[in-house]
């Protein structure tokens, strides 16, 4: 069983900065890619940023020069530095990981539980 953790949600002022983290657990033999999505009350969930294993990354137009995706292979840890943080920023962040399962070489998609960034003066 594979198992993905956000962290560092929080409510912060309009220009404020936050630290999401998703760590990964379980029967992990590598992770392809990992992404981080964002969901607002009564919209469709929505690609934020992505990054491979080899570090390329990708960003929604909305948050590029603001957001900042990385990750830990050896701890398989993903952050997401949040910079100049807008209300419409407001929204569960959820964590997603394409994994490599150790049995078979079989992958799998996996999501976090999500945790709420609530930007707001």
């Known amino acids: 069983q594979v198992q993905l953790v956000e962290s560092g949600g929080g409510l912060v002022q309009p220009g404020g900065s936050l630290r999401l983290s998703c760590a990964a657990s379980g029967s992990i033999f590598s992770i392809y890619a990992m992404g981080w999505y964002r969901q607002a009350p009564g919209k469709q969930r929505e690609l934020v940023a992505g990054i491979t294993r080899i570090g390329s990354t990708n960003y929604a137009e909305s948050v590029k020069g603001r957001f900042t995706i990385s990750r830990d292979n050896a701890k398989n840890t993903m952050y997401l530095q949040m910079e100049s943080l807008k209300p419409e920023d407001t929204a569960v962040y959820y964590c997603?990981?394409?994994?490599?399962?150790?049995?078979?070489?079989?992958?799998?998609?996996?999501w976090g539980q999500g945790t709420l960034v609530t930007v707001s003066s």
């Open positions: 997603n990981a394409l994994i490599q399962a150790p049995v078979g070489g079989s992958s799998l998609e996996a």
